[in-house]
């Protein structure tokens, strides 16, 4: 590939770096309640969601939030579940239990979760802002542990999380494998394109361990992306996938984190 054509070849570089912070409580694991919910419950006697402080761990919006759900609850003779929801809130405020939209201040992120109906009466009672952390369809414990990444909103200080169900009161821990949440800063992104041949190019990116992402490319930056590849397991090093440039007047990559 000659100069003139190799100056043609773009690269998106993608830094998205959030304020520096002091993190020495990071990673914190959470006990989750299993009986208590934050959305609307109908003749259930639920607990209330308690709301994580977020400044508390010097989680600030912009931080990339790794949330990981372990251990699970028991919601019925022999039946166990990890299933686990969240919503960011801007404050601590959760109302009364027989309302909707329990949380006033919700900021919608990540993979968004349809919620209810209730147990009885079959009342509606999603929150369009919460999402999915674990989806609860495993084999019987010990389950394996799988994270999510989130970048946290604008606004948000304040995190719900609770289980994943239709009736709470009945919900109990599990002694063996206590319900809780794991909570771990991710790292920024930061592409970096070399030529390998004059056909190809290394795209290669610092990763989190236990990441899934995936590489994707276009011929302009704001957007027609297509997948590159399988997604790519991160190792907490760099990684990278080599891509064919042959006929490409000019590309833009981007990673996406894989849930």
Known sequence: ????????????????????????????????????????????????????????????????????????????????????????????????????????????????????????????????????IQTGLQPPPPFSTTNISVRVPQGAAFLFVAASDSLFYDNSDDPAYPFRIRLELGTDTTLQVSMVTPDSALISWNSDSNQLYQLQSSSFPTGGWTNLSVPLLGTGAVIGITNSVIGQERSFYRTVRVP
């Open 1 to 132: 590939m000659n100069a003139k054509k190799l100056l043609r070849f773009s690269t998106l570089i993608v830094a998205l770096s959030g304020p520096c912070i002091e993190a020495q409580t990071l990673p914190a694991e959470i006990p989750v309640n299993p009986r208590a919910a934050y959305v609307l419950v109908n003749n259930d006697p639920a607990d209330n969601t308690a709301p994580i402080d977020l400044g508390f761990f010097g989680i600030a919006p912009g931080h990339i939030l790794r949330l990981t759900a372990l251990g699970d609850f028991n919601y019925g003779p022999g039946y166990f579940s990890d299933a686990m929801t969240a919503v960011f809130s801007s404050n601590s405020v959760l109302l009364a239990k027989s309302l909707p939209n329990r949380v006033p201040g919700a900021i919608a992120a990540g993979t968004p979760i349809p919620t209810g109906p209730t147990y009885f009466g079959n009342l509606a009672n999603d929150i369009p802002e919460d999402f999915l």
